[in-house]
């Protein structure tokens, strides 16, 4: 059964910097693009960005809302996707969702979803 | 950037309805477009991708049509557990962008 266990989600202030992660199981992480996905409280959902496998060179993509402040990274040999957010700002609080990319056919769409880590940013 | 226009944003419909909810993309995605369901507290589940392939396990009365800029989510007979929120997405160029979601409500 594939599962993906996101944690590291809490209270930061403005600035600051957290770091999640997304435990993943029952498939070969090391086959897969991996993506995260944020959600406002009460809005709709938001494309963060893309981590490509070692066959792509771990190459990645980011949205433009947080390019060169969060950082995408994985160890294949811990079946692990991070996400370094740095620079913190109120508009970044959300749930994050850790998702799977799935080829169906030269574009990859996300099948499954972990269960969301909710990240706050307040002073 | 590709921007999804999803309507209607909510719609009120009864156990047994036939349901249509529209994205429209702002240039042509082929067929590049996936569609999801979330219930409240939840992550979104996968329905269609590839504008019209049903993923596993998902009941036959969800239905995916469309290609270019305008595509379908059809439920040919909404059920009880139907009521949530959908979105769309396309998957054709970055950023990845989802419509802004269709709320369906118990008429």
């Known amino acids: 059964e594939v599962q993906l266990v996101e944690s590291g989600g809490g209270l930061v202030q403005p600035g600051g910097s957290l770091r999640l992660s997304c435990a993943a199981s029952?498939?070969?992480?090391?086959?897969?693009?991996m993506d995260w996905v944020r959600q406002a409280p009460g809005k709709g959902l938001e494309w963060v960005g893309r981590?490509?496998?070692?066959?792509?060179?771990?190459?990645?993509e980011y949205a433009a809302s947080v390019r060169g402040r969060f950082t995408i990274s994985r160890d294949d040999s811990k079946n692990s996707l991070y996400l370094q957010m740095n620079s913190l700002k109120t508009e970044d609080t959300a749930v994050y969702y850790c998702?799977?990319?799935?080829?169906?056919?030269?574009?990859?769409?996300?099948?499954?979803w972990g269960q969301g880590t909710l990240v706050t940013v307040s002073s | 950037d590709i921007q999804m226009t999803q309507s209607p944003s909510t719609l009120s419909a009864s156990v047994g309805d036939r349901v249509t909810i529209t994205c429209r993309a702002s240039?042509?995605?082929?067929?590049?477009l996936a569609w999801y369901q979330q219930k409240p507290g939840k992550a979104p589940k996968l329905l269609i991708y590839k504008a019209s392939s049903l993923e596993s396990g998902v009941p036959s009365r969800f239905s995916g049509s469309g290609s270019g800029t305008e595509f379908t989510l059809t439920i040919s007979s909404l059920q009880p557990d139907d009521f949530a929120t959908y979105y769309c997405l396309q998957y054709d160029g970055y950023p990845r962008t989802f419509g802004g979601g269709t709320k369906v409500e118990i008429k």
């Open positions: 981590i490509r496998n070692k066959a792509k060179s771990y190459t990645t």
């Open positions: 029952g498939f070969t992480f090391s086959d897969y693009y």
């Open positions: 240039q042509s995605i082929s067929t590049w």
């Open positions: 998702t799977r990319g799935r080829d169906s056919g030269g574009r990859f769409h996300f099948d499954f």
